[in-house]
């Protein structure tokens, strides 16, 4: 019998979902919650068109996604102040502590798999408010 205290190989098919501090709906993936990792997470997520995170930031913790599907534009900077369109196909990198708003302006969904250096799903998420109305 393994014993517990042993890390082991583990798979997960995503099914349920959890709604993030961002705004939008994640498929639960590899965290600590879930697998007991211990420096990272990676999660699936679906943006409708239209669909638009809150401003924030992963406080000390950086970010990888890779987009699956469609075209999403993302901001970011102190006050958002850049604009970057990312489509199917490419890579992101987020340094940790960046701001960022990411939207889906359509017309069909965009799929991506997201991973960050933090093994919990939402608790490096630090929402940024006062920046919310600087994006269109």
């Given at each position: ?11 997960l098919?995503?099914g ?16 600590r919650?879930?697998?007991?990792a211990?420096a ?24 990888a ?6 075209d ?13 369109e ?7 990198y987020?340094?940790?502590d ?31 408010p ?6 269109p």
């Amino acid at each position: 019998m393994p014993d517990p205290q042993t890390p082991a190989c583990q798979k997960l098919r995503p099914g349920s979902s959890y709604a993030g501090k961002q705004g939008f709906s994640y498929f639960e993936g590899i965290a600590r919650e879930t697998t007991g990792a211990q420096a990272l997470c990676m999660h699936l997520l679906t943006i409708p068109p239209g669909g638009r995170a809150k401003a924030h930031k992963h406080a000390t913790h950086e970010t990888a996604i890779y987009v699956l599907e469609g075209d999403t534009v993302m901001y970011w900077g102190e006050t958002l102040e850049h604009r970057m369109e990312i489509g199917a196909g490419e890579l992101l990198y987020i340094p940790a502590d960046m701001p960022h708003l990411p939207f889906n302006p359509g017309p069909g969904v965009a799929r991506a798999v997201i991973a960050r250096t933090d093994p919990h799903e939402q608790e490096s998420v630090v929402l940024l408010p006062h920046l919310d109305a600087l994006v269109p």
